[in-house]
């Protein structure tokens, strides 16, 4: 199977709440964490009740 290509101006990148690659742009690759909002909530240690 082919791998997909990438528009110029986006990266592929590693969901850190599922694991899931999604593609981004590469201005904003490095504040980019999670694949949706959805992802980010469910998964962000922001989140989740401190005592």
Do not use: R, W
Not at 1 to 18: Q, R, S, W, Y
């Amino acid at each position: 199977m082919k791998p997909a290509e990438l528009l110029e101006g986006t990266v592929l990148k590693e969901c850190v709440g599922c694991g899931t690659d999604f593609v981004t742009i590469a201005e904003c690759a490095d504040d980019v964490q999670y694949c949706s909002d959805t992802c980010k909530e469910s998964h962000s240690l922001f989140n989740e009740t401190q005592e």
